[in-house]
């Protein structure tokens, strides 16, 4: 004899609407496939839960993959600014030689 699960049926409050039998049988089906095996349904849980776990991994990977590429960044940015304030440096130091060449 197969244990059947019973879903105790609470009064309704009000504001609140009646369980349809849809989605009682959804929410048991969703708890227990035992009846989807008999009659030969198979579900996808199992694949569509590896394809997730999968899709997670490559997110995952992909996350880190644009951190590792965004401090890349910083870093290209922070010395690009270093090279710019040597040349501007470099340019006024050549524009002041200049002038004291120009004055003597």
Same mark, same amino acid.
């Given at each position: 004899?197969?244990?059947?699960?019973?879903?105790? #049926?609470?009064? *309704? @409050? +009000?504001?609140?609407?009646? /369980?349809?039998?849809? @989605? *009682?049988?959804?929410?048991?089906?969703? !708890? #227990?496939?035992?009846?989807?095996?008999?009659?030969?349904?198979?579900?996808?849980?199992?694949?569509?839960?590896?394809?997730?776990?999968?899709?997670?991994?490559?997110? %995952? *990977? !992909? !996350?880190?993959?644009?951190?590792?590429?965004?401090?890349?960044?910083?870093?290209? !940015?922070?010395?690009?600014?270093?090279?710019?304030?040597?040349? %501007? /440096?470099?340019?006024?130091?050549?524009? #002041?030689?200049?002038?004291?060449?120009? +004055?003597?």
């Amino acid at each position: 004899m197969h244990a059947q699960e019973a879903l105790p #049926s609470p009064s *309704v @409050e +009000d504001g609140q609407q009646a /369980k349809t039998s849809v @989605e *009682v049988v959804s929410k048991v089906l969703l !708890k #227990s496939n035992t009846f989807l095996r008999n009659v030969g349904i198979q579900q996808p849980a199992a694949k569509t839960t590896n394809v997730v776990k999968e899709l997670q991994a490559e997110l %995952d *990977v !992909k !996350k880190l993959e644009s951190i590792g590429l965004q401090q890349e960044l910083e870093r290209l !940015k922070a010395q690009t600014q270093e090279s710019e304030a040597k040349v %501007d /440096k470099q340019a006024e130091e050549i524009k #002041s030689l200049r002038k004291m060449a120009a +004055d003597t």
